[in-house]
C-alpha cells in the first residue's frame, strides 16, 4: 500500500501499473507498426469479410489528379450504436480494445482482428481516410481521419441511395506506392488470404482504372502432387492443418504458415526452429495452418514464441519424419531417372560413333544390326539373300508403320574416318537425315566425289560407295552430296591410306550389344569403374573422388561416365593390343562419342 507524500520527500511507491505517458505517442507508433503496405489492404479486406460480405470491390484510380484506393463490400458495415447510426466514435476512441476480441468470446468464429488497430495502418498507404456506412434509417454516414492528426470526424453523407456495407477510401496515396497495380494487388491477396477466399465463398474483384484492366482474386494454386494420408499434427490448443503438394526441387517453393486462413510469413523457414528440412526442401509447397498461434500486434508478420508455439513445433515432428521419407524416394526416383536419362545419352552417342568409325573393327558393341542399312543393303552386283530381304521388308514395313521421315536436313558419311591399306577396297554409306533424326530414303539422289587424293569410285551415284585406295600412302577426302528436291546436303569422310601394316584385331564373338550401368559406392579405392562381362555392366565407382567432382554439373558428369564407358569397352572390345594401342583406340572412341554427347 503506498503512501502519501509531502512535496520534496521521495516516493514510498513500490508497486504500481504501467500506464501510457503520451497517448498520441503511442498511437502513432501502432499507426506506423504495419511496415507492409499490402499487407494493410489485405486487412482493410478481411473486415469486409469478417463483417459476413460476399463481394468485395477494390478500385485503383484517380479524382481531380490525386491517386486513391476504394474498397467496397457488401458486408453488414460498421455497428451501430443505441441510436441506429453507425459507431464511428466507438471506432476512433477505442483504439486497442478491438469489437471483434468481444464477438470471438461469445463464439463468433473466423474473425481474425483482435488488436483494434487494423484501421490506422491506412497512415502507411495515404495520407486521409474516408469510412462510410449505412445506419438503421438507411441514410449514409461518414468518419473521415488524417494521418498525423489525432481528430476524426464523422457526419451523415448526401446520397441518393445508400448502399449497404462499407466503403473505404483512402487518398492521396503515398508516393512510394502509387506504383502498385491491380495485378500485384491480386498476386498478394491471392496467397495471402487463400484459404479465407475459399472458406468464405467471398468474390474480390479489382478494377484498375489507371490499367484499365480488371482482375479476379482467386485462392492460389499450388503445383505438384498433393500428398494424401500425411500424419495429423494436433495440439492440446488445437489441430494444425496441413495442405502440402511435392514438385520439383525449386528454391522458389515454399510452405507458408497460415492462421485461420490468412498467411502469417511466406516462408515458414524464416521462423525461428523450422530452418530446416524438409520446409528446406525446396520440393514442398503449400499451407501449414495453426489457428491457435499468437501473432505479434502491429505487423502480423511474426509469431510470438510462447506455450503454443513451442507445443506447434513439437506437433510437427511426425510430419517431418513422413515428409523427410517421400522426399528422400522422390530424389532416390529423380536419380534414377537422371541414370535412365544418362544411359540413354550415352548409348544414343556411341551408336552415332558407330556410324562415323570403320564397322570392322568396333563390331562387338553389335550397334549396326537391322538400324544399319548398309549390313544388309544390296551391294553392287550381290543379290540378297531370301532370310535378308524378308528382314529388310520387315524393317521397312515398321518403319513405315511407326515412323515418317521428314524432310532431309542433314548427312553424314559412314564411317566418317578410317585407315585403309594401299591397293584396296572399302565401302562407305551416306546416312541422311530428317530434323527429328529418322532415315530419310524417299526421293535422294546421290553424288560421290573424291575431293582430295588419288582414289577411284565405284557406284558414285548409289547410296553406297565402293573406294579403291592408289598404290600410295595418302590422305583421302570422300565427299558426297545428298539432295532431296530443291535441298541439298554434304558430308566428307577422311581416309589415312597406309602402307604399314596394320595390327590385325582380335576376333571377338561376345556381341551383345551396349552394355548398361550402375553405381557401386567406393570411397577412398582407386578404380573409377569396371565391366562385370556376366551382367554385361559397367559399373562406376561413385565414391571416387574423380566422380563427386565431376557430379557438380549434369553435362561434367555426363562426359565422364561417357569416357569410363569408351575406356571399358575399348580394353574389352581389343583383347590383346598394347597399351599404346588401346590409348589410341580410346581417343578415337571418346572423339566420335562425346561430339554426339547431349
Known amino acids: 500500500m503506498s503512501k502519501n507524500n509531502s512535496p520534496g520527500q521521495p516516493s514510498n511507491e513500490t508497486s504500481g501499473k504501467l500506464r501510457i505517458g503520451d497517448h498520441w505517442n503511442a498511437i502513432s507508433i501502432i499507426a506506423l507498426s504495419q511496415s507492409n503496405p499490402l499487407k494493410a489492404v489485405a486487412e482493410f479486406v478481411e473486415n469486409s469479410i469478417d463483417a459476413h460480405a460476399q463481394t468485395v470491390t477494390i478500385i485503383r484510380g484517380k479524382e481531380k489528379g490525386q491517386p486513391y484506393l476504394r474498397i467496397l463490400d457488401d458486408g453488414n458495415g460498421v455497428p451501430t450504436d443505441e441510436h441506429g447510426v453507425p459507431d464511428f466514435k466507438y471506432v476512433a476512441t477505442h483504439i486497442c480494445d478491438s469489437i471483434k476480441r468481444e464477438m470471438k468470446a461469445h463464439g463468433e ?17 495515404g495520407e486521409e481516410l474516408s469510412m462510410v456506412s449505412t ?15 489525432p481528430s476524426y470526424h464523422f457526419a451523415p453523407r448526401r446520397t441518393l441511395v445508400a448502399d449497404r456495407g462499407t466503403q473505404l477510401t483512402i487518398k492521396p496515396l503515398l508516393p512510394g506506392i502509387r506504383h502498385f497495380s491491380g495485378e500485384k494487388l491480386q498476386w498478394y491477396l491471392a496467397s495471402e488470404l487463400r484459404d479465407r477466399i475459399r472458406n468464405s465463398g467471398v468474390e474480390i474483384r479489382i478494377i484498375d482504372r489507371q490499367a484499365r484492366a480488371e482482375y479476379l482474386v482467386e485462392p492460389q494454386a499450388f503445383s505438384g502432387r498433393q500428398l494424401p494420408h500425411l500424419p495429423q499434427p494436433t495440439t492440446r490448443h488445437g489441430d494444425i492443418y496441413v495442405e502440402l503438394y511435392l ?40 499451407v501449414v495452418d495453426a489457428p491457435f498461434l ?4 502491429g505487423t502480423r508478420l511474426g509469431v ?26 522422390q530424389k532416390q526416383a529423380e536419380q534414377d531417372e537422371v541414370n535412365r536419362d544418362t544411359l540413354r545419352s550415352i548409348q544414343r552417342a556411341f551408336k552415332e560413333a558407330m556410324l562415323a568409325l570403320p564397322e570392322e573393327e568396333y563390331d562387338w558393341f553389335e550397334v549396326y544390326g537391322v538400324a544399319n542399312r548398309g549390313k544388309h543393303a544390296k551391294r553392287p552386283g550381290t543379290p540378297l539373300t531370301d532370310s535378308a530381304a524378308s528382314q529388310a521388308n520387315e524393317v521397312r514395313e515398321q518403319k513405315s508403320f511407326f515412323e515418317h521421315a521428314g524432310p532431309l536436313n542433314s548427312v553424314r558419311v559412314s564411317p566418317s574416318t578410317c585407315v585403309v591399306p594401299v591397293r584396296e577396297q572399302k565401302t562407305f554409306r551416306a546416312v541422311p537425315r530428317d530434323r527429328a533424326g529418322r532415315l530419310v530414303e524417299d526421293g535422294l539422289r546421290f553424288r560421290w566425289e573424291v575431293a582430295e587424293g588419288r582414289a577411284t569410285l565405284e557406284d558414285d551415284d548409289k547410296e553406297i560407295v565402293t573406294l579403291t585406295t592408289s598404290d600410295d600412302p595418302e590422305l583421302v577426302r570422300l565427299r558426297v552430296t545428298v ?24 576376333k571377338s564373338n561376345d556381341q551383345r550389344g551396349l552394355p548398361d550401368y550402375t553405381f557401386q559406392k567406393a570411397p577412398g579405392e582407386l578404380w573409377r569403374s569396371r565391366y562385370d562381362t556376366d551382367n554385361n555392366l559397367v559399373i562406376v565407382n561413385n565414391g571416387h573422388r574423380d566422380f563427386v567432382y565431376a557430379s557438380r554439373q549434369k553435362t561434367l558428369k555426363l562426359r565422364y561416365v561417357c569416357r569410363l564407358f569408351a575406356k571399358e569397352l575399348v580394353f574389352h572390345n581389343f ?10 583406340r580410346m581417343i578415337e572412341l571418346s572423339l566420335y562419342t562425346e561430339e554426339n554427347l547431349r
Open 135 to 149: 445506419g438503421k434509417d438507411g441514410k449514409s454516414y461518414e468518419m473521415r481521419m488524417s494521418k498525423g492528426d
Open 109 to 125: 468464429q473466423g474473425l481474425q482482428g483482435e488488436f483494434g488497430i487494423g484501421l490506422l495502418s491506412f497512415w502507411t498507404v
Open 304 to 329: 510470438i514464441q510462447d506455450e503454443a508455439y513451442v507445443d506447434f513445433l513439437d506437433a510437427l515432428a511426425p510430419l517431418e519424419a513422413a515428409l523427410d521419407e517421400i522426399i528422400a524416394e
Open 575 to 584: 583383347p590383346g593390343y598394347s597399351p599404346e594401342q588401346l590409348l589410341e
Open 483 to 506: 539432295g532431296q528436291e530443291r535441298a541439298e546436303y554434304t558430308a566428307e569422310a577422311l581416309i589415312t591410306v597406309t602402307d604399314s601394316l596394320l595390327p590385325e584385331k582380335p
Open 247 to 286: 514438385g520439383e526441387p525449386n528454391s522458389e517453393n515454399h510452405v507458408g504458415l497460415y492462421r485461420s486462413g490468412t498467411r502469417v510469413i511466406e516462408r515458414l523457414t524464416d521462423i525461428e526452429g523450422m530452418a530446416k528440412p524438409p520446409w528446406s526442401s525446396g520440393y514442398l509447397q503449400g
Open 294 to 297: 499468437h501473432l505479434t500486434p
